[in-house]
């Protein structure tokens, strides 16, 4: 039973590119999450996702970022005309349900350099 | 709205020496409380963690006991080793908030041999 699998591990971009950074979250998860870690700091929150649907996007810029999470398919969080700033690892977590008793997932993250 | 405050770091330590890293928590209600661990290069992976006030997670010689009444989830391992070597994140969740993590800001730890 694999993990959750990220991908591309590392992503180059040039200011004013778009990233698609890709979740497959673990078999049997429907509950999908994004998180942010920004060099030397801890992760932060973006947005959570349950098929087809997003349930909490507080966490996430008002512009330029957007997720989703198909019926069929991985989740995909985009950031269009990325800029310096948006440099971070990005990682995903899943889970089965939505109650504190259930755990998350991490996936081993992608990588973010933009240039 | 909830947050996590951990100890800053690096902490730099021998091996078999004592490790505490100390957390606190802001929430409403009864926060579940994890700990985990990240090693160079890859993602979260859990540690421990505790649902209610006195629980105590452990796992691989780790140990965190949630007190209430000080609102802390202490991390503590008696004798670390170098594989020990990584960045550890005090987290709490609640259903009210949507279940999602709240981190604290991880505390860099390097053992010695």
């Known amino acids: 039973n694999a993990g959750v699998m990220q991908n591309p591990r590392h992503l180059v971009r040039r200011r004013g590119q778009e990233a698609r950074l890709r979740c497959s979250p673990m078999?049997?998860?429907?509950?999908v999450y994004w998180y942010r870690q920004l060099p030397e700091e801890g992760l932060k929150f973006m947005v959570y996702?349950?098929?087809?649907?997003?349930?909490?996007e507080s966490g996430m810029p008002k512009e330029r970022f957007s997720a989703e999470f198909p019926k069929e398919g991985p989740s995909i969080l985009r950031i269009q005309q990325v800029v310096r700033g948006d440099s971070a690892a990005y990682f995903c977590?899943?889970?089965?349900?939505?109650?504190?008793?259930?755990?998350?997932?991490f996936g081993s993250g992608t990588r973010l350099t933009v240039v | 709205g909830n947050s996590v405050t951990q100890m800053e770091g690096p902490v730099t330590l021998s091996e078999e020496a004592f490790l505490t890293i100390n957390c606190t928590y802001t929430?409403?209600?009864?926060?579940?409380l994890f700990w985990y661990v990240q090693y160079p290069g890859e993602g979260l992976q859990l540690l421990l963690k505790?649902?209610?006030?006195?629980d105590k997670g452990s796992n691989k010689g780790f140990e965190a006991t949630y007190r209430k009444e000080t609102t802390s989830f202490h991390l503590e391992k008696g004798s670390v080793q170098v594989s020990d070597s990584a960045v550890y994140f005090c987290?709490?969740?609640?259903?009210?908030?949507?279940?999602?993590?709240?981190f604290g800001g991880g505390t860099r730890v390097l053992v010695k041999p």
């Open positions: 929430a409403t209600g009864y926060p579940s």
């Open positions: 987290a709490l969740s609640q259903e009210a908030a949507g279940n999602k993590l709240t």
């Open positions: 996702l349950q098929k087809e649907n997003i349930i909490d």
């Open positions: 977590a899943s889970s089965p349900g939505r109650g504190t008793n259930y755990g998350y997932t």
């Open positions: 505790a649902t209610k006030a006195d």
């Open positions: 078999k049997g998860h429907s509950h």
